[in-house]
């Protein structure tokens, strides 16, 4: 059987929270169980006959205990170093949520960290990057 070696393909969620009232609290993080230990934004691998977006909403299910929508694709990152692991390349979209995360699959603990206040040297992968290229997005969300 013919198999190709390609990189994996995962998703990733910046997920916005907002509260009753409308107003944005700030972005979920996870603490993952499984090395690389530290922070991480939501997310993971892609499932065969499975589109981006669906695995997009089913991963935040899973890891966050959230039902997400999904606004828009943000980027797709694909350094073959972001992942200690193995080449993995990601697709990243910006995300709204209402509640509270709970940590569940690969997190420990999930939490909301306001836009000012997000630990970024406790990000691993390249998430330091991928956060940093959403706070300086005009565009985002919270920014309205």
């Not at 691998?45 to 929508?69: H, K, N, Q, S």
Request: aromatic residues 8%.
């Amino acid at each position: 059987m013919f198999r190709p070696e390609t990189p994996f393909l995962a998703v990733d969620g910046i997920v916005n929270i907002q509260d009753e009232k409308g107003k944005w609290k700030g972005i979920v993080l996870i603490e993952r169980k499984n090395p690389p230990a530290g922070l991480a934004i939501p997310g993971g691998f892609v499932e065969v006959g499975e589109t981006v977006e669906e695995a997009v909403i089913r991963e935040m299910r899973e890891e966050i205990g959230l039902d997400v929508i999904v606004l828009r694709q943000l980027k797709v990152y694909s350094d073959p170093e972001r992942d200690p692991r193995f080449h993995a390349v990601s697709v990243v979209f910006e995300c709204v949520a209402r509640g509270k995360p709970e940590g569940s699959d690969d997190a420990k603990v999930a939490r909301v960290y306001s836009y000012d206040k997000i630990p970024l040297d406790k990000l691993v992968f390249d998430h330091r990057k991928i956060v940093e290229d959403y706070l300086s997005n005009p565009e985002a969300v919270w920014r309205k």
